[in-house]
């Protein structure tokens, strides 16, 4: 355990080290974003700040760390979904300490659902969830500690949350399963994909799906969020929409 004297030290040597790095005004805003995360979550009674590693994941290459996104790109994402109590039910893969789940959590979803790989941030996730319930407007909250890529989408899932949870083998499996999940259940599917920081865009390479709009980031500058939607009327026979240089890793359940 640190003392309190070394943690200001280390503050302040970090304030130091970001002026020099960034110059002043960049640092006055970075310090202004950080305020306004730590008094947002201060505000729900939740942990959700700071970037994580979890046990075991560094040496994969698809592995994205935890980090919770800016509220207010989650509450644009939220507005966007609209959702009605009795309909709308919202997927978080990889919700880690389950900000975006809380966020959602206070919209009138039916059911909100965080999928989580590591153990020890879906624990916090759900301990958030019980520090925030009181303020909840959706009281059907689920973490569920699971691989995302195996993980079987529920056919009430309409509407999906993503934020550069994970790229490549990973992100291609979990898109089989949503357009797995949408043949057999056809229905209008929404997925809000925050930061698609890799090349190319695997959910642009997907067919059923078409992006509807570009929602604002506000001061999260260059980082683009996209809401795509399923595409109407529902394609039973898929064999073209599936993208055909394709090498997706996993069958389809
Ligand atoms: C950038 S964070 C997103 C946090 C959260 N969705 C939010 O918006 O606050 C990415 C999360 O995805 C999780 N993750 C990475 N690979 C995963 C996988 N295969 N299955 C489930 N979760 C995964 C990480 O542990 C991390 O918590």
Redesign the pocket.
């Known amino acids: 355990m640190k003392s309190p004297l070394a943690l200001v030290a280390r503050k302040v040597r970090n304030f130091a080290g970001n002026l020099r790095r960034l110059g002043l005004r960049e640092t006055l805003r970075l310090y202004r974003y950080r305020l306004g995360e730590y008094y947002r979550d201060w505000r729900l009674g939740i942990r959700?700040t700071g970037l994580l590693y979890?046990d075991a994941?560094e040496a994969d290459p698809d592995?994205?760390?935890?980090?919770?996104?800016h509220y207010r790109c989650?509450h644009q994402a939220m507005r966007y979904f609209d959702p009605h109590p009795e309909r709308d039910v919202l997927l978080?893969?990889?919700?880690?300490?389950g900000?975006?789940v809380v966020v959602g959590a206070l919209y009138p979803f039916r059911k909100v659902i965080g999928?989580?790989?590591?153990a020890e941030?879906s624990q916090a996730a759900r301990q958030n969830v019980r520090r925030a319930a009181p303020r909840l407007r959706c009281s059907a909250v689920e973490i569920v500690t699971?691989?995302?890529?195996e993980y079987q989408v529920p056919p009430e899932v309409n509407c999906v949350?993503l934020?550069?949870?994970?790229t490549g083998p990973?992100l291609r499996a979990v898109l089989v399963r949503l357009h797995h999940s949408w043949q057999q259940h056809p229905r209008k599917l929404r997925l809000v994909y925050l930061y698609p920081s890799h090349e190319p865009n695997l959910l642009e390479e997907c067919h059923w799906l078409e992006a509807e709009r570009e929602l604002g980031t506000f001061d999260w500058e260059g980082v683009r969020m996209i809401a795509y939607a399923s595409r109407e009327p529902a394609r039973l026979d898929t064999a073209a929409a599936e993208p055909q240089n394709n090498r997706w890793s996993v069958s389809p359940p």
Do not use: H, I, K, M
């Open positions: 959700t979890p994941t592995y994205q760390p935890y980090e919770a996104a989650l978080d893969y990889g919700c880690g300490l900000r975006a999928v989580e790989l590591s941030l699971a691989d995302a890529a949350f934020f550069n949870p994970f990973v």
